[in-house]
């Protein structure tokens, strides 16, 4: 009686649960990983941003810097005001990317969120007592605790980009 050489069902049935044991150990380090790249990427991007602003505040005539405005309609591009009052129509939007020459979004394809104070999207300078229109608080209980009187504020919205405008609109 010849005998045929190979493994049993139950054999491979083991070798396919070590197998799967191993891939699942390494998937958890390899996601965290990923997660820990795309936090580096957009805190790089955020640092980024501050400096393009600032640069665009300082490249501006008149001799009174100002900031962008946003871009609301997704171009991004700054959309400037029209008429008389040159202060943004609205505050709060997507960041101007092109205009700044930037990425146009976070490490997870979501677009920054950009809110700029009115008293900074102007060119007609600024007041020593300046009494802000933006804030930021660290819970939205908007209790005490946080900043008042803030320029500007840029938000990345994370990995689950609640409140986001991903690129494609």
């Known amino acids: 009686m010849k005998r045929t050489r190979g493994f049993t069902l139950s054999e491979l049935a083991i070798v396919m649960v070590i197998v799967t044991i191993l891939i ?3 998937a958890m380090p390899l996601s965290a990983q990923i997660q820990a790249r ?23 005539a008149a001799g009174h810097p100002y900031l962008p405005c ?3 309609n997704g171009d991004g591009v700054e959309d400037l005001p029209r008429g008389m009052d040159q202060m943004c129509l609205r505050v709060r ?11 146009e979004a976070d490490a997870w394809g979501s677009r920054y969120t950009y809110a ?18 933006l804030a930021v608080h660290k819970s939205s209980a908007c209790s005490g605790d946080g900043m008042t009187d803030v320029a500007v504020v840029i938000v990345s ?8 405008q991903n690129m494609s609109g």
């Open 38 to 60: 795309r936090i580096a990427e957009t805190r790089a991007d955020m640092r980024a941003i501050q400096d393009a602003l600032i640069g665009y505040a300082m490249r501006q």
């Open 93 to 103: 939007g997507s960041l101007p990317w092109r205009t700044l020459g930037l990425d």
């Open 70 to 72: 946003p871009d609301n």
């Open 116 to 133: 700029v104070s009115k008293l900074f999207t102007n060119d007609t300078g600024f007041e020593s007592d300046y009494d802000g229109d």
């Open 157 to 164: 919205h994370g990995p689950n980009a609640r409140g986001a």
């Open 24 to 26: 699942g150990g390494l």
